[in-house]
């Protein structure tokens, strides 16, 4: 259900196009299908979904998920030059909704490579967007290193692309070298200053290599992008970009403070997480946020105690919105006689005070040696006990 009061952010994936490109996390072309339809039921609105000129694998692989895409808009990548686009088009033209992703770099550094000056840049972009836009009719645009592009010369492309038809602009961190408050404020200039920017959409593209992804990610929503491209995971190239349950999960947390709404499905998030871990080859981090084993875990006795409680006491989030079916009260030595007889009670054993204090003993002297107790263990403790009553 949408809610009126809130802006709709557009949740655009690039898992299987930036994510794949991490060095090793390459899938095969049933495993890129696979993660597609997922991400399409969770309710994504555009998958990027390879890039076409790469290779006949991916070229097939983007056309077959254009074939399948049944709400998502699928989107394409793109050099800028006509052959790539070309190569693009025919892809994506299968899917219900396709879209065109083209980009140069335009930074001092990106600027050297294909060693074109500033106006020839300009004509380029122009020339490629045009071209991009007499074939579909949803054309996003990068300056890739955007945030380290001269801020006049910035300006100016952006309203180059906009002009020759660009329907979205993306902004793209490329090296993860920006912060929150330069985020947002470039954004916020961005549409302030260029001529016709309040008709497209702005996006956001960031990378982690300072951590900082997703929160640059937000900041920019702040500052008035409604697109954020994000991987599952995080998974990307170097330290990754940012994570969409990271992002998602960040707004719908806190609307009190970001009322932007997406489309997606949370409850999908960790079924689609461990897919896209067990296909990329890429474990998840313990730690890590929303979807890390232990993001959901509890082993210290004071916290143990406080969730049996109170749930609110140590989560801000129901496990089940990201779908997990319970809390994780995981027994160690840092756990306490509550946490102990609660688990024991799961496990059908309602103890005696005596018996209980007795068990107590002996799980903590198991947990000093061992790092997890497991629910096996603690039946074999109580066990052992009652046999010797
Ligand atoms: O990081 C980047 O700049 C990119 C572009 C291709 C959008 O991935
Ligand atoms: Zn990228």
Not at 159 to 180: L, Q, R
Request: charged share 25%; aromatic share 4%; net charge negative.
């Amino acid at each position: 259900m949408t809610d009126q009061t809130k802006d709709r952010v557009v949740i655009f994936d690039t898992t299987l196009r930036d994510g794949e490109q991490s060095p090793g996390a390459t899938m095969t072309h049933a495993e890129k299908l696979e993660i597609a339809s997922m991400l399409d039921e969770m309710g994504v609105d555009i998958i990027e979904a390879g890039f076409p000129i790469a290779s006949e694998g991916d070229f097939r692989a983007v056309s077959e998920i254009a074939k399948q895409s049944k709400d998502a808009t699928i989107c394409g990548l793109a050099r800028a030059n006509l052959k790539d686009i070309d190569r693009c088009w025919d892809a994506v033209k299968h899917a219900n909704s396709p879209r065109i992703h083209t980009f140069i770099g335009t930074s001092p550094l990106h600027r050297a490579i294909p060693n074109l000056d500033m106006d020839q840049m300009a004509e380029r972009i122009h020339e490629t967007v045009t071209h991009a836009r007499n074939l579909c009719d949803n054309v996003q645009w990068s300056p890739m290193d955007a945030t380290r592009t001269e801020w006049d010369y910035l300006k100016r492309v952006v309203e180059i692309a906009i002009k020759a038809g660009a329907t979205t602009i993306n902004i793209p961190d490329t090296v993860g070298y920006t912060a929150p408050v330069e985020s947002a404020d470039l954004i916020r200039r961005l549409i302030n200053e260029v001529p016709g920017a309040d008709e497209i959409v702005f996006a956001t593209h960031c990378h982690n290599d300072l951590g900082m992804a997703t929160a640059n990610a937000l900041a920019a929503v702040a500052g008035g992008a409604r697109q954020i491209e994000c991987t599952i995971n995080g998974l990307g190239e170097r330290a990754g970009n940012t994570a969409l349950e990271e992002v998602v999960m960040a707004l719908k947390v806190r609307g009190d403070i970001m009322p932007y709404e997406t489309g997606i499905d949370t409850r999908k998030i960790m079924n689609i997480s461990r897919r896209v871990a067990a296909v990329s080859g890429f474990a998840v981090q313990y730690n890590k946020a929303i979807v890390g084993k232990n993001a959901f875990a509890h082993e210290s006795g004071i916290h143990q105690d406080g969730m049996l409680k109170n749930a609110e006491t140590f989560e801000i989030m129901r496990p089940e919105d990201v779908g997990l079916a319970a809390t994780n009260i995981v027994m160690g030595k840092h756990s306490g006689r509550a946490a102990l007889r609660a688990k024991l009670h799961d496990l059908g054993y309602d103890l005696a005070d005596n018996q209980l204090g007795d068990v107590f003993v002996r799980f903590k002297e198991l947990a000093d040696r061992k790092k997890e107790v497991y629910d096996e263990d603690l039946i074999a403790l109580v066990n052992a006990g009652l046999d010797d009553e």
